[in-house]
């Protein structure tokens, strides 16, 4: 079996201070769960016959969000959607990242077949995610905050959405360690992610989010949505990996509905690391003009 390097996601990059403000926000976690519905909290689903000890739990996620690119980055991918039934098609995208005091950032444009801008996004991750998104709205475009209530939106005609982009849940507070589990014939640690308040009333048919972090490598290999009594909604898969110079990245992610089988596919096509972005690329304002792509973008032979 290959060996899976230890994946250097941009969506997951987060600062030592960051960590901190997560540590003692998990002071709070009990008035957390007392303002979500509790009818409708999932329970933790232990892997052991005794509850795996919380402290180790909250290392091994503390370990999960430090992982980062050194320096910004620029990635091109084409977002395959794959209906079980019916035409498929593909959008291409582009991708500016970086890293701020609050954790990371990324800017994307999304254009269809005709390459006609589609949709264009900002996400800046971390213990309190904010994202927006660029409108071509009449007599000029605007630049509106994604909610609770629209993060979910499909972005760029995809089935897509900011929520799975930008990976918010990766950060949420809330959440209880299940233990050591197998996913794809590999060693995972597993958590149950709860949604704060409100997420979870925007959204009452998402209950939480099940992560599956590889045991060797503390990288993400599978994120579940889940519905109530645990019904699997979405599912999110890291499939495989590429090394760019002394550095892995990701290839591939699919990203599936569960009830329809439809399913989008997240592919990195070109990237180039180590690079250096003003820090005015990644303001709201910013989403309403155009930005060059950088020199230096290697083509990867998938």
Same mark, same amino acid.
């Given at each position: 079996?290959?060996r899976?390097?230890?994946?250097?996601?941009?969506?997951?990059?987060?600062t030592a201070?960051?960590v901190?403000?997560? *540590?003692?926000?998990?002071?709070?976690?009990?008035?957390?769960?007392?303002a979500?519905?509790?009818?409708?909290r999932?329970?933790?689903? &232990?892997?052991?016959n005794t509850?795996?000890?919380?402290e180790?739990?909250?290392?091994?996620?503390?370990?999960?969000?430090?992982?980062?690119?050194?320096?910004?980055?620029?990635?091109e991918?084409?977002?395959q959607i794959?209906?079980?039934?019916?035409?498929?098609?593909?959008?291409s995208?582009?991708?500016?990242?970086?890293?701020q005091v609050?954790g990371?950032?990324?800017?994307?444009?999304?254009r269809n077949?005709?390459?006609?801008?589609?949709?264009?996004?900002?996400?800046?991750?971390?213990?309190?995610?904010?994202?927006?998104?660029?409108i071509?709205?009449?007599?000029e475009?605007m630049v509106?905050?994604q909610?609770?209530?629209t993060?979910?939106?499909?972005?760029?005609?995809?089935?897509?959405?900011?929520?799975?982009?930008?990976m918010?849940?990766?950060?949420w507070?809330?959440?209880? &360690?299940?233990?050591?589990?197998?996913?794809?014939?590999?060693?995972v640690?597993?958590?149950?992610? &709860?949604p704060?308040?409100?997420?979870?009333?925007a959204?009452?048919?998402?209950?939480g989010?099940?992560?599956?972090?590889?045991?060797?490598?503390?990288?993400l290999?599978?994120?579940?949505? *889940?519905g109530?009594?645990?019904?699997?909604?979405?599912?999110?898969?890291?499939?495989?990996l590429?090394? *760019?110079?002394?550095?892995?990245?990701?290839k591939?992610?699919?990203v599936?509905d569960?009830?329809?089988r439809?399913?989008v596919?997240?592919?990195?096509?070109?990237?180039a690391?180590?690079?250096?972005?003003?820090?005015?690329l990644?303001?709201?304002?910013a989403?309403? &003009?155009?930005?060059?792509?950088?020199?230096?973008?290697?083509r990867?032979?998938?």
């Amino acid at each position: 079996m290959e060996r899976m390097p230890r994946l250097r996601h941009p969506f997951f990059r987060q600062t030592a201070g960051a960590v901190c403000l997560f *540590l003692a926000g998990l002071l709070l976690s009990a008035n957390i769960a007392d303002a979500q519905h509790k009818g409708n909290r999932l329970k933790p689903r &232990y892997l052991s016959n005794t509850p795996p000890d919380p402290e180790r739990g909250h290392e091994i996620m503390a370990q999960f969000r430090s992982l980062g690119l050194p320096g910004d980055y620029y990635l091109e991918f084409e977002l395959q959607i794959l209906p079980r039934t019916g035409k498929r098609s593909v959008v291409s995208g582009q991708m500016w990242g970086t890293h701020q005091v609050s954790g990371p950032a990324f800017r994307t444009e999304l254009r269809n077949a005709a390459d006609v801008l589609v949709d264009r996004l900002l996400g800046h991750n971390g213990p309190k995610p904010q994202s927006w998104r660029w409108i071509d709205t009449l007599p000029e475009p605007m630049v509106k905050e994604q909610t609770a209530e629209t993060l979910l939106d499909p972005i760029g005609g995809t089935g897509l959405s900011m929520f799975e982009l930008q990976m918010p849940f990766i950060h949420w507070n809330d959440f209880v &360690y299940e233990g050591t589990d197998q996913v794809r014939g590999r060693a995972v640690q597993a958590f149950l992610m &709860y949604p704060p308040a409100d997420f979870a009333e925007a959204h009452p048919d998402i209950h939480g989010v099940r992560l599956h972090l590889d045991a060797k490598f503390s990288a993400l290999m599978q994120a579940v949505f *889940l519905g109530a009594d645990e019904t699997p909604v979405r599912k999110l898969s890291v499939l495989d990996l590429k090394k *760019l110079g002394d550095q892995w990245i990701v290839k591939t992610i699919d990203v599936r509905d569960e009830q329809t089988r439809d399913k989008v596919r997240f592919k990195v096509t070109a990237a180039a690391l180590d690079l250096d972005f003003a820090p005015g690329l990644f303001e709201p304002s910013a989403l309403l &003009y155009s930005v060059d792509r950088p020199d230096g973008v290697e083509r990867l032979p998938w």
